[in-house]
């Protein structure tokens, strides 16, 4: 670097090598020349997809261009006083004792990604190298360059989810294919057997038999809805959209609820109120609710209180369903849309994923909100019928 500099190549050079021997004219000419060549430097930074900062050794920022101070959201004024420190948490630290030696040789280049968070969530790759600016106060600086990786991540890790989700669902939708054979083979034996032990005298080992296959007919019966439940799960149908009265639907599925509801304890408090009709597919949506429902019941003990709300906006219906259950630990809360999350013996996990799923097959949302001891909220949120149709129609 300061080899080529001593060659003095340019004309520019060559003035600023007789800067002495210039006369007031001709200084202000070159004042002029500089400042304009500032300005096509200025403006090739600008028109960078990079982030470019020159930052001092003690991290102040000096210099941004537009790339960066659009990535970091601190425009001109606002960077003033700022340091790199401040923007990449760690950085100082892990540059260290480098920063205090003197002499600039120990200073690393250095190459990482980070997280920001304002003015937007972003991933970002940064590469610093130290450089030094002969005659210049302090001698070191830092050139960073910032690259905005934020779509990259996402779309490998769409990605790979996609690839490893695909290749697992064929396998296992055949095994589960599979296994309905065997399954229907079992029940016509079991149903077999329980007829024949009806014509045997009751005597005890009669009557230890029949438990047994009983038992054996719920397993299977169990299993059974495992296998439907996971092929629904990894074979997702589009909705067949049709008006629909998300409160009548609901009532439906309260309705075939009512004996374990009885069962379990749990009353059920509905606030009556006329909703906006969404597009929906009627069984998938029943689906939604069952589930819902259904992990509010398991989460209640006797005395339980399943609230349902709802309301509506300009864009949306929302359906909101809270519980009186045990709550969810927050570390699981960011889990529990994933297949096979499940925090109870008899659980298969899918239950919330398939709810999720339908509802982004509908255009809407699941969101959940959970305290520990105290119960959850599921609100289910759905686009609004005229919206959707300007939607489509737009
Ligand atoms: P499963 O019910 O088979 O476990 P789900 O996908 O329906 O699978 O639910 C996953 C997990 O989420 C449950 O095991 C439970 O830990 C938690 N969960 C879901 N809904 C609730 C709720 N209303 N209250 C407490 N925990 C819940
Ligand atoms: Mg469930």
């Known amino acids: 670097m300061s080899k080529s500099a001593g060659k003095k190549n340019s004309s520019l050079d060559r003035v600023l090598g007789r800067l002495d021997t210039l006369d007031s004219v001709n200084l202000a000419n070159l004042v002029q020349r500089l400042a304009r060549e500032r300005g096509v430097f200025e403006e090739i930074f600008n028109t960078l997809q ?40 760690g950085l100082h630290t892990s540059l260290g004792a ?27 790759r940064l590469y610093m190298v130290p450089f030094r600016a002969a ?16 779509k990259d991540k996402q779309t490998t890790a769409a990605r790979i989810e996609d690839e490893r989700t695909s290749s697992i669902h064929l396998l296992a939708a055949g095994v589960a294919h599979e296994l ?27 009557d230890s038999l029949a438990e047994s296959v009983r038992v054996c007919r719920d397993e299977v019966t169990r299993l059974d809805g495992i296998i439907t439940h996971f092929l629904e799960a990894i074979r997702p149908r589009p909705p067949d959209l049709a008006e629909t009265d998300l409160n009548e639907v609901l009532a439906e599925v309260l309705r075939f609820q009512q004996r374990e509801l009885a069962d379990r304890g749990i009353a ?13 597919d009627r069984n998938q949506l029943k689906q939604v609710f069952f589930n819902v429902t259904k992990n509010a019941m398991e989460a209640m003990r006797p005395g339980g209180k399943l609230k349902i709300k709802s309301r509506a906006d300009d864009d949306s219906v929302f359906l909101l369903l ?24 008899g659980g298969h996990g899918l239950g919330l994923m398939i709810a999720q799923r339908i509802m982004r097959d509908h255009g809407g949302q699941i969101g959940l909100e959970s305290k520990e001891g105290v119960g959850t909220i599921v609100t289910l949120q759905f686009p609004r019928k005229d919206r959707r149709v300007r939607m489509l129609g737009g």
């Open 180 to 206: 309905g054979n065997p399954l229907n083979s079992l029940t016509i034996h079991l149903q077999l057997m329980e007829r024949k032990l009806k014509k045997l005298k009751a005597t005890k080992d009669a």
């Open 268 to 280: 059920v408090e509905a606030e009556a109120t006329e909703l906006p009709r969404v597009l929906a």
């Open 322 to 345: 809270a519980d009186s259950g045990s709550g969810i630990k927050s570390e699981d809360l960011v889990r529990l849309f994933q297949p096979y999350q499940t925090t109870k013996t």
């Open 50 to 89: 990079e982030g470019i900062l020159v930052v001092r050794d003690d991290g102040a920022i000096e210099y941004a261009n537009t790339a960066a101070q659009r990535l970091i959201g601190l425009g001109g004024d606002e960077l003033a006083g700022q340091t790199l420190w401040r923007l990449v948490p």
């Open 135 to 150: 005659g210049a106060t302090p001698a070191r600086r830092f050139a960073v360059i910032l690259t905005d990786v934020t």
């Open 98 to 124: 480098a920063l205090d030696d003197e002499s600039g040789t120990a200073a690393p280049v250095v190459a990482r990604e980070f997280e920001l968070t304002y003015p937007e969530p972003r991933m970002v």
